[in-house]
């Protein structure tokens, strides 16, 4: 069975622009759920997904928004871009995000310059 | 405010030399306990979950164990290999989203 996949690996930036990430969950699963990793706050919940649904948000700005499509591939989007937004994101996925494992992807690794 | 702890920060070790990693909890209603392994820029590799006091598991050089309190990761027998940040994570209370503690960063020197 394929694993959680992300795109892109990696991304640069400037400040000001907007970027998305995609993520492709196992398949079966129905929950996706985004983390913010950053060496000063370890790891961080952004938002959660399933069917479609934004079923839990973290504490994060409205710049951070996301979608989930019908085949439960995710995307993220954040909006003006800033220099404390430079982290590795994160997706997880698990069959229903309620007492699952989640299983991660590799990450994309954004730096804004 | 549910809390997650995780200690040492930082562990170095020679191979061979047994050790454990603690983290430890302040919850109501533990749903379950997951650690994660975590290499250098890579997302985090799923490990263990465990669900209820006593609880143990195994694999390979590594094993869980679950109390109510707190949870040990055991590395037995260490090799470079094993070299990483492990990361616990705790779901709790009406809460399904886990938190995560700050890590573990394990270096085995040869």
């Known amino acids: 069975k394929a694993g959680v996949t992300q795109t892109p690996r990696y991304l640069i930036k400037t400040r000001g622009q907007q970027v998305t990430l995609s993520c492709s969950p196992i398949?079966?699963?129905?929950?996706v759920s985004w983390y913010q990793q950053t060496p000063g706050q370890g790891l961080q919940f952004l938002f959660e997904?399933?069917?479609?649904?934004?079923?839990n948000k973290g504490n994060f700005p409205g710049r951070f928004s996301g979608r989930q499509f019908s085949n439960s591939r995710s995307e993220m989007n954040v909006s003006t871009l800033e220099l404390g937004d430079s982290a590795l994101y994160l997706c997880?996925?698990?069959?229903?995000?309620?007492?699952?494992?989640?299983?991660f992807g590799p990450g994309t690794r954004l730096t804004v310059l | 405010e549910d809390q997650v702890t995780q200690s040492p920060e930082a562990l170095r070790l020679q191979e061979g030399e047994s050790s454990s990693l603690n983290c430890s909890y302040t919850?109501?209603?533990?749903?379950?306990l997951f650690w994660y392994r975590q290499d250098p820029g890579k997302g985090p590799e799923f490990l263990f979950t465990l669900y209820s006091a006593g609880e143990e598991k195994e694999k390979e050089r590594l094993k869980a164990t679950l109390t109510k309190k707190e949870s040990f990761l055991h590395i037995t027998a260490p090799k470079p290999e094993d070299s990483a940040t492990y990361l616990c994570a705790v779901q709790a209370g009406g809460s399904y989203i886990p938190t995560f503690g700050r890590g573990t960063s394990l270096i085995v020197h040869p």
């Open positions: 997904y399933f069917s479609e649904t934004q079923r």
């Open positions: 919850v109501s209603g533990l749903r379950g």
């Open positions: 997880a996925s698990s069959t229903s995000g309620r007492e699952d494992t989640q299983y």
């Open positions: 398949s079966g699963h129905r929950s």
